[in-house]
């Protein structure tokens, strides 16, 4: 069972995530800030992170970096699920080691593309 952890501070998106993702064959778990997703990664070592920039305590950015520099979850394949759209936060994302970049507003068979090619392996971050 693939586990993914939804970090944003918005309780209707990290639903719709959720509510797009949990299956059978998938467990989604959930951060309302920065320091609570870095401390579910950490101790929770899922299978995928999928990070919103903009929250309160740490942002997408912080904890991205938090979840690099610690040896358990280096490898951890993020997502940045956001809605910064400008080249240049899509270009320090994929710096700091993002597999893929999703802005919002989204479409939920958008995510679930991302979502699958991420868990292959695959990076989409341009």
Known sequence: ??????????????????????????????????????ELASKEIPDLLILDWMMPNETGVDVLRAVREDPETSSLPVIMLTGKTEKSDRNTAILLGIRGYLA?????????????????????SS
């Open 1 to 38: 069972m693939k586990r993914i952890l939804i970090a944003d501070d918005d309780a209707h998106l990290r639903l719709l995530v959720r509510t797009t993702l949990e299956g059978p064959d998938c467990e989604v778990l959930e951060a309302s800030n920065g320091r609570a997703a870095r």
């Open 104 to 124: 919002k507003p989204f479409s939920p068979v958008e995510l679930i593309e991302l979502v699958d090619k991420v868990l292959e392996g695959e990076r989409v």
